[in-house]
């Protein structure tokens, strides 16, 4: 019988009705509960579950992400697989946050939660859940994923798209796979990471070092200094379409970076990514040290960012 971990932080998965709407409630008691509701899991698997925090995940931190890596980190050579149970809202951004600080990992690491909570009726989470302990006990899927409406995502390539919909989450470049039934189905083997694995999670020390800029009509240039004499040491700029940058936003940036600010720019748009050498704004923006994101999400490249600041490098690992 496989053995799987599985971490609970709260999320709407855990939420229950509360005098001023819904609240997480993840704890011991509520853990045994949902597992006797899922008797067929219990007969199949293994499942021990640990109570890592109970919040919303609005309320996810560099110190709280680096709690979650370090529970999976103890873990991974007592489980077959982890499970971890997260609020949506957030979930991307620990998702990504996990891909880097746990490289090449050698059992399946997998997120889920839910649109709905699990006691409410016609809530998405017992299926959310089941297809996630069936992704983690599945050695193909070596990696950090997030599994959700019956597809799986790379955690590095995953991100809410929609606040109310079951189908919640989308792939900016490839879908990793899909759970039919409770059986997962491989659809792109060729995204797999493949190397030895680390665990470090240096990136949390400077996740209040680093700023997401969306570039806008409205967005004043003034923001960028201001936000460096703040302590902002590296941004993700949130670029238009292939690479658009403000002439005024590049010129800020370009003396930013001369002065050891890193940047980092991704589209807006889902899909496409980042290609710096079509207009001449965005060859504009390379020459003044502004990196290419490529096709990253913005919750990967916050997390890439981090991680350069604290090793500090100059160069994106895409």
């Known amino acids: 019988m496989k053995r799987i971990l599985w971490l609970l932080t709260g999320g709407t998965f855990s939420c229950v009705p509360s005098d001023s709407g819904l609240a997480p409630d993840s704890s011991d008691t509520q853990a045994r509960e949902i597992l006797l509701c899922m008797p067929y899991l219990t007969e199949k698997y293994d499942i021990i579950p640990k109570v890592l925090m109970n919040i919303d995940s609005t309320d996810m931190t560099p110190e709280r ?3 979650i890596a ?5 873990s991974v050579g007592s489980y077959d697989g982890i499970v971890i149970t997260h609020g949506t809202d957030s979930m991307a951004y620990t998702a990504a946050s996990l891909s880097v600080m746990l490289s090449y990992v050698p059992v399946p690491i997998v997120l889920t939660g839910s649109q709905r909570p699990f006691f409410a009726e016609n809530s998405d989470a017992r299926r959310n859940f089941a297809d996630a302990i069936a992704v ?3 050695s193909r899927f070596r990696c950090v994923s997030v599994v959700f409406n019956g597809r799986i995502f790379l955690g590095s390539d995953c991100t809410k798209t929609d606040s109310v919909c079951l189908d919640a989450f989308s792939a900016k470049a490839k879908q990793l796979g899909a759970v039919d039934n409770e059986v997962p189905r491989l ?3 060729e995204i797999l990471p493949c190397g ?4 470090d999670a ?3 020390k400077y996740g209040d070092k680093i700023a997401v800029l969306p570039v806008h009509p409205y967005l004043d240039a003034s923001i960028i200094p201001l936000l460096i004499s703040s302590g902002i040491r590296g941004f993700v700029i949130i670029c238009y379409g ?5 002439c005024k936003i590049i010129e800020e940036l370009g003396k930013a970076v001369y002065k050891g600010v890193v940047a980092i720019a991704v589209s807006q748009c889902l899909h496409g990514g980042v290609d710096m050498g079509i207009y001449a704004v965005g060859t504009k923006a390379q020459k003044a040290g502004i990196i290419s994101g490529g096709n990253m999400t913005v919750e990967y490249a916050a997390a890439v960012l981090a991680d350069m600041l604290a090793h500090g490098r100059t160069e994106a690992t895409i």
């Open 196 to 199: 030895k694995y680390t665990f």
């Open 136 to 138: 983690a006990t599945d």
């Open 242 to 246: 292939a690479g658009g940058i403000p």
């Open 70 to 74: 370090a529970a999976a980190d103890g």
């Open 202 to 204: 240096s990136l949390c």
């Open 187 to 189: 659809i792109s083997p």
């Open 65 to 67: 992400l680096r709690t």
